[in-house]
């Protein structure tokens, strides 16, 4: 019996989205950590004022004029304000833009394209991460490139094309060999071992949750520790 690859697939994201950005107080210790003034910080994060720490406290350089709303986008979608959300990346996104930022801008879109795809609106999704691609190709960020190429192929999962989902995965998992990107490796491998789960290939799903299980222990990577032990049991239930 296979899983509902969407069910599954929503719930990674969840979890995805929720460890990248925690809570509104883990996203601004990580902003204050870059220099911003504690103290203000700290007032504001028992006061839940979000908005006011970030938008007024954040050095306004044009290299960092995008950050702002990019946090705010994380802020808020922590917090279930998914369209607020969509609206600050997108504004995140023309700054860098407007300021000539490719790898900045390459990551918005990718934002984007990840909060589409949690939300199940896939084709949405693969259109911002068609855009981001050839963004990371161009500056040659190749770690960008396979994180890229992880949720083009999670995508494709997503709409039951399994065929061009596998080439997306393994593209990235052999990025991420190259680069030596160990967590990179961890999160091809655990989707490729759900893809080979919905096409009842329980042995290569085993297989590769195995791996990914291991990998993952070995970075520290507890998130992708859950998903391969997840990703494990369907294909061991699938094998009887």
């Not at 996104?93 to 000539?100: A, E, F, M, T």
């Not at 990179?184 to 490729?192: D, I, P, S």
């Not at 009842?200 to 507890?222: K, N, S, Y």
């Amino acid at each position: 019996m296979h899983v509902d690859a969407s069910v599954v697939i929503g719930q990674c994201l969840s979890q995805r989205w929720r460890l990248e950005f925690s809570t509104g107080a883990g996203c601004l210790r990580r902003i204050t950590a870059r220099g911003l003034d504690r103290k203000a910080a700290a007032v504001n994060l028992r006061t839940q004022d979000w908005r006011s720490t970030l938008l007024v406290q954040f050095p306004t350089a044009p290299c960092d004029s995008g950050v702002p709303p990019r946090y705010l986008a994380g802020v808020a979608y922590e917090r279930g304000q998914h369209t607020q959300a969509m609206t600050y990346q997108e504004s995140a996104l023309q700054i860098y833009r407007q300021h000539g930022d490719r790898r900045c801008e390459g990551m918005a879109l990718c934002n984007l394209g990840g909060f589409l795809l949690e939300r199940g609106r896939y084709t949405e999704a693969n259109a911002q991460l068609e855009r981001a691609l050839p963004i990371y190709r161009d500056i040659g960020d190749r770690e960008g490139e396979g994180a890229a190429l992880i949720d083009l192929g999670i995508v494709s999962l997503g709409q039951g094309l399994y065929e061009r989902s596998q080439g997306h995965l393994r593209r990235s998992l052999h990025i991420s060999h190259e680069t030596g990107d160990r967590r990179g490796e961890v999160e091809a491998q655990v989707y490729l071992s759900l893809l080979h789960h919905q096409q009842a290939e329980d042995e290569t799903a085993r297989d590769i949750a195995q791996t990914a299980l291991a990998m993952a222990r070995e970075v520290g990577d507890r998130r992708n520790q859950s998903h391969a032990l997840t990703h494990l049991g369907h294909a061991l239930a699938g094998l009887g």
